[in-house]
């Protein structure tokens, strides 16, 4: 049973997987650190210094000013955090389309290129059994 799950394991595909998986946990990161440190903070610039990550509606209880203030006081919706999560949505969507597009543009390259010419004396001895073949018959 032992050799079974190693040999499971060590599949190209499965490591394969396990190497995208660690590579796209990585990447996540990467794209909330764009996003939250530089996108949002120009976002907010432009449209007039707003924090999108302190956006809430407080559903219950005093009005606070802060959405940690607003979470402990009771329900909230934060559709601030929401926004920046579409935003990290939407850039991740893009940079595994031009992925995928990059992919499937190579891969049409790779279909597209003609299969060499057989070696002349290859075509000839193709000839040649197919004419014995027919007398043959």
Do not use: C
Not at 4 to 22: P, S, W
Not at 33 to 39: E, K, T
Not at 75 to 102: D, E, H, M, Q
Not at 105 to 134: Q, W
């Amino acid at each position: 049973m032992l050799k079974e799950f190693k040999e499971f394991a060590l599949k190209g595909n499965m490591v394969d997987l396990a190497i995208g998986v660690i590579i796209g946990g990585a990447f996540g990161g990467l794209v909330n650190s764009i996003v939250n440190d530089i996108i949002m903070p120009i976002i907010g610039l432009i449209t007039g210094g707003i924090d999108f990550s302190n956006m809430f509606i407080q559903l219950a209880g005093e009005p606070k000013t802060t959405l940690a203030a607003a979470r402990d006081a009771g329900a909230t919706i934060a559709y601030g955090n929401f926004i920046t999560l579409l935003i990290n949505f939407l850039i991740i969507a893009w940079v595994l389309f031009l992925v995928v597009k990059a992919m499937n543009r190579m891969k049409k390259k790779e279909e597209a290129k003609p299969e060499p010419e057989a070696p002349r004396e290859e075509v000839l001895l193709t000839e040649i059994r197919d004419l014995l073949a027919k007398q043959k018959a």
